[in-house]
């Protein structure tokens, strides 16, 4: 039994190991060189190329999640601003009502 959760403990961290080399070569790429084409199949190379197909379908969602989040993120910040501009304005207004009443 110790043999088999140990084997599921290294597969796991294998795993992990993979998704986190994914995400950084992803990352890497897309901050290095978001203009760049993909390159092109080698039959002859199947393995590098499927890695770089991968890595490529990967910058690619990422440019997309990132141009659908920044308007997003946009529109959040100027909400914010208003709510931080109303806040402080009431405040302002609930101080003067205060300090009249003294």
């Known amino acids: 039994m110790r043999a088999q ?6 597969l796991r ?3 992990v190991a993979v998704g986190l080399y994914y995400v950084v070569a992803v990352l890497t790429t ?6 760049q084409r993909p390159s092109s199949f080698n ?9 770089h197909l991968l890595i490529s379908g990967g910058v690619i969602t990422v440019a997309v999640v990132v141009s659908l989040v920044r ?3 946009n529109m959040l910040s100027e ?18 009502l205060h300090t009249r009443e003294r």
């Open 5 to 10: 959760e140990l084997l599921w403990a290294l």
């Open 13 to 15: 961290m294998g795993l």
């Open 30 to 35: 897309y901050f290095r060189s978001r203009t």
């Open 43 to 51: 039959r002859k190379d199947l393995l590098r190329s499927a890695e």
């Open 71 to 73: 308007p997003l993120a």
């Open 79 to 96: 909400a914010s601003a208003e709510v931080g501009e109303w806040a402080i304005s009431r405040h302002q207004t609930q101080a003067a």
